[in-house]
Each structure stands twice: as C-alpha cells, then as structure tokens.
C-alpha cells in the first residue's frame, strides 16, 4: 500500500518478454457509455489459480464500478514460450491502461502492512504482494480473491489519485485492521464519495488524452 518512484525499466523490460495466446480482454459488467473506462494488464508471477484471480478482478471491478467506472482486464503470459502471439502486451501503456503485476516475493524495504507498490513515475504500474494477501486471509475473515481484488483496487486508486496520503476511512486506509476485513467481507470496503469523484475525473482525463494521442499517430 506505497506509492513510489520505482523503476520503469524494470516494467518495460517486462512487457518486452510477456505474450500469450491464452491473453483477453473481459469486461466483467455492463456499465453505461457515459461511465469512464480503463483497462488493466496483469502478470500473475505468483501463479495464483485461475478461479481466485477471476474472483479477485471481478472483485476490485465491482469496487470500481461502484465508484462509476468500467474496468477490462487482460491477463497478459507469464512465459516467455508464449512470446508474439499477443502484442498488445508489448505496446506502451497508453494513460487510460494500467498494469499490475503479482508477486510471490516481498522486497526487504517493505513495511509488514504492505500489501503492494504504486509506482509513481507515470501513474500506470503497480505491484500486489501475494505473501501479504496470504497473511490476511489466513485471519479466516475475508478470503483469498476479496482481499487480492481489494488490494489491486487500492495500488490502482493510488495511480489514478496521484501521490496523495492514504485516507483514514474506506479502501485508501494505509493498514487494514480486521474490522476492515470484515467491511471487505461484506462488500462495504470501497471508495469514499469523494474519492470515486476524483478518480471518475482522473478516468475521464486519461481517457481523452488517449485518444488524442491515438489520432494525433494516425495523422
């Protein structure tokens, strides 16, 4: 739960290696045109089991959604084998496209509350620590895929909040105790109002400068 300067190289070398024919793209919800949008690329390094990642993102996308945006996600390959079949994932991310990755190991530097890193250079790229989520869930009060899809929604908030602190209420806590466990349990750990404003505005701006980037490449 940092937000970070971490090292972009790091990131690009990644998408250099990662494709997958196994690669798409699933909206989870229908949500009205006028809803702002984004997309999440994510690198399951922690091989987590199909079923709690599915949960976990149709868990951090009901959180969006409650805050007025549509997430898509792509589960971009892991193996370097899979190489060319997808170059999606090779492309830049454009400002309306995340990508989070999921690791089995934790950086020494963390703080043991850490569930993960947004990187703030450019406010696209964030990291889940899977140990982290292991910790939670062994308190037996929010499963595996809730407190990963919480998590993932707390590194993206970051991104589209910008650098600000973490917030004494909601998602944006910077440590989860178990009452907020218990919140995630029953779905009432979201945004705050105020912050679902401010991150449907930040959707919103990525969004057109997206898509002016996208026609000022084909002119």
Same mark, same amino acid.
């Not at 798409?24 to 229908?30: D, G, T, V, Y």
């Not at 650098?163 to 009432?188: C, K, N, V, Y």
């Not at 404003?197 to 997206?210: D, K, P």
């Given at each position: 739960?940092?937000? =970070?300067?971490?090292?972009?190289? #790091?990131?690009?070398?990644?998408?250099?290696?990662?494709?997958?024919?196994?690669?798409? +793209?699933?909206?989870?919800?229908?949500?009205?045109?006028?809803?702002?949008?984004?997309?999440? $690329?994510?690198?399951?390094? /922690?091989?987590?089991?199909?079923?709690?990642?599915?949960?976990?993102?149709?868990?951090?996308?009901?959180? #969006?959604?409650?805050?007025?945006?549509?997430?898509?996600?792509?589960?971009?390959?892991?193996?370097? $084998?899979?190489?060319?079949?997808?170059? +999606?994932?090779?492309?830049?991310?454009?400002?309306?496209? #995340?990508?989070?990755?999921?690791?089995?190991? +934790?950086?020494?530097?963390?703080?043991?509350?850490?569930?993960?890193?947004?990187?703030?250079?450019?406010?696209?790229?964030?990291?889940?620590?899977?140990?982290?989520?292991? /910790?939670?869930?062994?308190?037996?009060?929010?499963?595996?895929?809730?407190?990963?899809?919480?998590?993932? =929604?707390?590194?993206?908030?970051?991104?589209?909040?910008?650098?600000?602190?973490?917030?004494?209420?909601?998602?944006?806590?910077?440590?989860?105790? =178990?009452?907020?466990? $218990?919140?995630?349990?029953?779905?009432?750990?979201? #945004?705050?109002?105020? $912050?679902? =404003?401010?991150?449907?505005?930040?959707?919103?701006?990525?969004?057109?400068?997206?898509?002016?980037?996208?026609?000022?490449?084909?002119?």
């Amino acid at each position: 739960m940092t937000t =970070a300067s971490g090292s972009l190289r #790091f990131w690009k070398c990644l998408i250099a290696v990662l494709l997958s024919p196994n690669l798409f +793209i699933r909206p989870i919800l229908a949500q009205p045109q006028t809803s702002p949008g984004i997309t999440v $690329q994510v690198y399951n390094w /922690a091989s987590i089991a199909s079923p709690i990642l599915m949960a976990a993102e149709n868990e951090a996308f009901r959180i #969006f959604h409650e805050a007025g945006i549509t997430v898509s996600w792509l589960n971009c390959p892991v193996s370097v $084998q899979e190489v060319e079949a997808n170059p +999606i994932c090779l492309e830049p991310c454009p400002p309306s496209r #995340f990508a989070v990755r999921i690791i089995s190991e +934790i950086p020494k530097n963390r703080a043991k509350t850490s569930l993960g890193v947004a990187l703030s250079e450019n406010g696209i790229y964030a990291t889940i620590y899977y140990p982290r989520v292991d /910790a939670y869930a062994k308190a037996g009060v929010a499963t595996y895929s809730q407190i990963l899809g919480h998590a993932v =929604a707390h590194e993206m908030g970051h991104l589209l909040l910008g650098p600000a602190p973490h917030a004494r209420f909601g998602i944006m806590r910077g440590t989860w105790t =178990a009452e907020d466990l $218990q919140s995630m349990a029953m779905g009432g750990f979201l #945004f705050t109002p105020h $912050q679902s =404003a401010l991150i449907r505005l930040a959707a919103r701006q990525r969004m057109e400068t997206a898509l002016k980037q996208h026609s000022a490449s084909r002119n």
